[in-house]
């Protein structure tokens, strides 16, 4: 089956630690995005890429970076620049165009300790 | 610009009985809306899509949303509440500029109650 597979579910970071979540997709989707959660809050945007090598700033970039080698790879590193990253983080996929939503992956709980 | 305001942060109904999500939109531009739901600690599954065709669309799981173009709304409607329709709802727009990718901004989300 085709879908998003997002690892690992549950991540734990120590302060001033880097981590890298990942995200893999076998939809052939040309656009894969990440977007944080906080709780009682919608989803905001921390990355997108529509080709790979390419990838944008979204609305809360700072504290973050990414990479897109490869079309169905689009990790994300939390870096100890991000001063509050406990957080519901998801990634999601899609063929560029007006009409087609998303596939959103699961999820990675990160939690500072 | 484009924003979306869900009316509602929570809603609680009784099984079986209709449920009505709110939802308002900004857009300079023809939108494409979408529904999504998320269950406790998931990702997002797509309910729903309006996409400049039918004005009253049909999604998974019996639920429905009408798109009121003079009222600048998309409400989700289901007649009957099921114990699974328990979850957090997210209004969503899209507005197409290829240019800058499809990019979707969300509502801050409807937390759904069922009570038995």
């Known amino acids: 089956d085709g879908g998003i597979t997002q690892s690992p579910k549950y991540l734990f970071r120590k302060e001033g630690q880097n981590v890298t979540l990942s995200c893999e997709q076998n939809?052939?989707?040309?656009?894969m995005y990440w977007y944080r959660q906080d709780p009682g809050q919608g989803l905001r945007l921390i990355y997108y890429s529509q080709i790979v090598n390419d990838f944008q700033k979204g609305d809360i970039a700072e504290g973050y970076s990414v990479s897109r080698e490869k079309k169905e790879s689009f990790p994300l590193t939390v870096t100890s620049a991000q001063k509050n990253p406990t957080a519901f983080y998801l990634c999601a996929s899609s063929t560029p165009g007006l009409f087609w939503g998303y596939t959103f992956g699961s999820g990675t709980r990160l939690t500072v300790v | 610009a484009q924003s979306v305001t869900q009316l509602d942060s929570h809603v609680s109904v009784s099984e079986g009985t209709p449920v009505l999500l709110r939802c308002n939109y900004s857009?300079?531009?023809?939108?494409?809306l979408f529904w999504y739901v998320q269950h406790p600690n998931k990702g997002l599954q797509l309910l729903l899509k309006y996409t400049s065709a039918a004005t009253l669309v049909k999604g998974i799981n019996g639920f429905e949303a009408e798109f009121k173009k003079s009222e600048t709304s998309f409400h989700l409607t289901k007649p009957s509440a099921h114990m699974s329709d328990a979850a957090e709802y997210f209004c969503v727009v899209s507005v197409g500029v290829r240019a800058a990718g499809n990019k979707l901004t969300f509502g801050g989300g409807t937390r759904v109650l069922v009570k038995p």
């Open positions: 857009s300079s531009y023809s939108p494409s």
């Open positions: 939809l052939n989707h040309d656009a």
